[in-house]
C-alpha cells in the first residue's frame, strides 16, 4: 500500500492565495474474494462493474464508500443521475417522510398527490419562469422510454416514418433508441437490422469548416438528395457517451430552423445533459430554442428513482389513451423526489454555485493539458460535463484506471473510449472536488510522462503499532526533492476559488 500527500493551493485572480488543502491518495489493490457470486452468476454483459472492481456500500454527497471501509471520489455520478449527490439530505427527508405516512408508492397513471405535487412545481419553479408552454407525460421509468415515446408521437404527427439521427449519438438500449445510436458495438447488440434513421453529421465530425446544419438542409431540399422527408431529427447538445462533442449556439439555432423549414418536429435529448448538467436547467437555454419535445429522465428522478418524462408541444398531444403505456411510470417515490430536487432551483444561488464550479474544473483541466504538453490532450466538454480527449485512446483507460487504485471513480467516452469525462455530481463539496482533481493529477502523472522540472515533494507515512498491524494516527512527514515525472510530487495548481469564479466576468465565456 502506497500512501502519498496532495496539496491543492487555490489561488485567486489578484494572485493572493488560501491555505493549502491537503489531501491524501492511497494506491491499493480492490478486494477481490466477494465478487465471485457477481463474477460466476452475473450474466457477462455488465460494464462498469469491469473497470471499478469493488463491492460499493454506501454513499453520500460525492463520496463511494465500499466493504473495507476506503472512500472513493465519484466523479461518475451514475452515468449522470445523481446529479443533486448521493442521499441527498432535502431530498432524502422528503422521500422518507411520504413513506412514514403510508404514500402510495406505485400509481400507474393514477392522479396522486404526490404526482399533483411534482407536476405543480415543474410548471411554477421550471417552466413558467421560462416562459415555456409543454405538456407533460410521464412514459417509464428509463430514459429509453422517453425516445420511444418521440419517435412514436413525431411518427403519428407526421405520418412520415424516417427520423435524422446524428453520427456518435447515444439515445439509448431499445429497438427504436439503439437505431438512433451511432456506437457500432452497442448497434450490433440488437440482432437485427435497424432501419427507419438517416444518420447525419453532427457539427464539426466533418471538420471546423464544414457546416453540417447546410448540408442537411440542402440534402432535405434536393428532391434527389435520396433522403425520405424526416418527421423528427433528435439531438443531444452535448454528445456525452459519444465524446463530449458540444454543439454551438448558432448551430443548435440553424438545426432549429432546418426542422421547421422542412416540416419536422426538432426534438432535444436532455436526458444526461439536462437537470443543471450544463449551468442551466436545460442544456439548450443559452440557444434561446423551443424544441417541440425535450426528454428529461436520469437526474429528473431526484436521488436515483427511475422516472423519464416527456415535455410536448400541446399541439402534440396525439396519443389516444392507453397507445403508451408501462406499469411504472407512476413511481410515486420518485414524484417526491423530483418535486424536492426542483425546489433547489428556487434559489438563484443554486445556479450560480453550478457555474462556479464549473469555471474551477475547466481552469484545473486547461492547466493539467499544459502540465502534459506531449500526451496530445484536448479539452472537451461544457459546464459540469467536461473532461480531456487524448490522441492516443488507450491514455484516458490507462488514467480512469490509476485513478480508481487512488480512490476516483472517472470513466471514460468516446468511439474508442479517448475521453476522460468527469461527471461529479452538481452538489459536490469543495473538499470533494479539490480531493478528485488532486487524484487526477496523480493518476496522470502515474501514467504520463510530463515535462521535467524539480519539485519539493511531501511524503505523509503512517506507522503501524508494534503489536499488530493497525496504523497509528501520528503521520510524520519527510520533504525530498524528486522530479515531476514522479507521482510523489506535491501538487500546487493555480486554480480560481469558488468566490473569484463566481465574480469571474468570463464565466459566461467558460461555459457557452
Not at 447488440?189 to 466533418?206: D, H, I, K, N, Q
Not at 455530481?425 to 510522462?449: H, N, Q, S
Request: aromatic letters at 8%.
Amino acid at each position: 500500500m502506497n500512501t502519498q500527500a496532495q496539496t491543492i493551493t487555490f489561488t485567486t485572480e489578484n494572485g493572493t492565495t488560501t491555505e493549502p488543502t491537503t489531501t491524501e491518495t492511497t494506491i491499493t489493490e480492490p478486494k477481490t474474494s466477494d465478487k465471485t457470486l457477481f463474477e460466476q452468476k452475473e450474466a457477462s454483459v455488465r460494464s462498469y462493474c469491469r473497470n471499478f472492481p469493488t463491492v460499493f456500500t454506501k454513499a453520500q454527497s460525492a463520496t463511494l464508500t465500499d466493504e473495507e471501509g476506503r472512500e472513493y471520489i465519484d466523479f461518475l455520478a451514475g452515468a449522470g443521475v445523481m446529479n443533486y449527490g448521493h442521499n441527498n439530505p432535502v431530498i432524502k427527508k422528503a422521500v422518507m417522510d411520504y413513506m412514514l405516512e403510508d404514500g402510495i408508492v406505485q400509481g400507474l397513471d393514477l392522479y396522486t398527490t404526490a404526482k399533483y405535487d411534482f407536476m405543480d412545481t415543474l410548471y411554477k419553479v421550471i417552466l413558467e419562469p421560462r416562459g415555456m408552454d409543454y405538456k407533460v407525460t410521464f412514459p417509464g421509468p428509463t430514459g429509453t422510454n422517453a425516445v420511444e415515446t418521440a419517435l412514436k408521437i413525431a411518427r403519428l404527427k407526421t405520418g412520415r416514418q424516417n427520423v435524422i439521427a446524428f453520427t456518435n449519438a447515444f439515445h439509448g438500449m431499445t429497438q427504436g433508441s439503439l437505431a438512433l445510436t451511432g456506437n457500432k458495438s452497442k448497434r450490433e447488440g440488437a440482432g437485427m437490422p435497424l432501419s427507419g434513421v438517416t444518420r447525419m453529421p453532427f457539427e464539426g465530425y466533418m471538420g471546423e469548416d464544414f457546416d453540417t446544419a447546410a448540408y442537411m438542409d440542402k440534402i432535405l431540399g434536393d428532391a434527389s438528395g435520396g433522403v425520405d422527408a424526416p418527421a423528427a431529427i433528435i439531438v443531444e447538445t452535448i454528445q456525452a457517451e459519444g465524446g463530449l462533442n458540444v454543439a454551438t449556439t448558432k448551430w443548435l439555432q440553424d438545426l432549429a430552423k432546418v426542422a421547421k423549414k422542412h416540416g419536422a418536429l426538432f426534438i432535444i435529448d436532455d436526458i444526461q445533459v439536462g437537470c443543471g448538467r450544463t449551468g442551466t436547467f436545460f442544456s439548450f437555454e443559452e440557444a434561446g430554442i423551443t424544441p417541440d419535445i425535450i426528454c428529461l429522465s436520469k437526474s429528473i428522478g431526484g436521488m436515483g428513482l427511475p422516472m423519464s418524462l416527456l415535455l410536448l408541444a400541446p399541439e402534440l398531444d396525439v396519443l389516444k389513451p392507453g397507445q403508451h403505456n408501462g406499469t411504472f411510470r407512476g413511481n410515486n417515490l420518485a414524484f417526491v423526489a423530483a418535486k424536492a430536487a426542483l425546489d433547489l432551483w428556487q434559489d438563484a444561488e443554486f445556479e450560480k454555485e453550478i457555474k462556479a464550479k464549473s469555471a474551477i474544473v475547466r481552469s484545473y483541466l486547461k492547466s493539467l493539458i499544459k502540465d502534459f504538453p506531449k500526451a496530445g490532450a484536448h479539452l472537451r466538454g461544457r459546464g459540469m460535463l467536461l473532461g480531456i480527449s487524448f490522441d492516443d485512446a488507450k491514455i484516458a483507460s490507462k488514467i480512469s484506471e490509476a485513478a480508481f487504485k487512488r480512490g476516483l471513480v472517472i470513466e471514460t467516452s468516446g468511439a474508442e473510449d479517448q475521453v476522460l469525462k468527469l461527471l461529479p455530481p452538481l452538489t459536490i463539496t469543495e473538499r470533494e472536488l479539490v480531493k478528485g482533481l488532486a487524484i487526477l493529477k496523480a493518476a496522470m502523472l502515474d501514467v504520463l510522462d510530463p515535462h521535467t522540472t524539480k519539485t519539493t515533494a511531501k511524503k505523509t507515512v503512517r506507522i503501524a503499532k508494534p503489536a499488530n498491524d493497525d496504523m497509528v494516527t501520528k503521520t510524520t512527514t519527510i520533504t525530498t526533492t524528486k522530479k515531476t515525472t514522479n507521482s510523489d510530487e506535491v501538487i500546487r495548481m493555480a486554480i480560481p476559488t469558488y468566490q473569484a469564479a463566481q465574480q469571474s466576468q468570463e464565466l459566461t465565456e467558460h461555459l457557452f
